[in-house]
């Protein structure tokens, strides 16, 4: 279960020919504290924030101890075996590679 804050992060998603990609910021979390899953279709991405360490009191702050949460409805052109995740600088990388049916096919013209 989610308890605190729950911030919505920002995404950008692209089709390429052979995928869909999301990009979502999520500054504050890292590849150890961002959890996803797919499941029945639903994907869910799950990111905590790092706490203030107790022994430091903060006198003044605008960034916010909380936790991502964002979820996407697939359809079936997704091939969900092949799905990968990346994080690099605050930002989560999904790659969702579409199904064989779906990728573009290029077919050659043989000489007779």
């Not at 639903?42 to 203030?52: M, P």
């Not at 430091?56 to 091939?79: H, K, M, Q, T, W």
């Amino acid at each position: 279960p989610r308890t605190g804050l729950v911030f919505r992060p920002d995404v950008d998603i692209l089709e390429e020919a052979d995928a869909f990609v999301i990009h979502a910021d999520m500054p504050g979390a890292s590849d150890e504290t961002v959890e996803i899953q797919l499941e029945k279709g639903l994907l869910s991405i799950h990111g905590r924030l790092a706490q203030t360490p107790e022994n430091v009191r903060p006198l003044y702050a605008e960034y916010r101890n909380g936790g991502y949460y964002r979820e996407f409805r697939l359809s079936d052109d997704i091939d969900a075996a092949a799905v990968t995740a990346r994080m690099k600088d605050g930002v989560l990388e999904l790659r969702l590679p579409k199904t064989a049916e779906k990728k573009p096919r290029r077919i050659e013209v043989q000489a007779a």
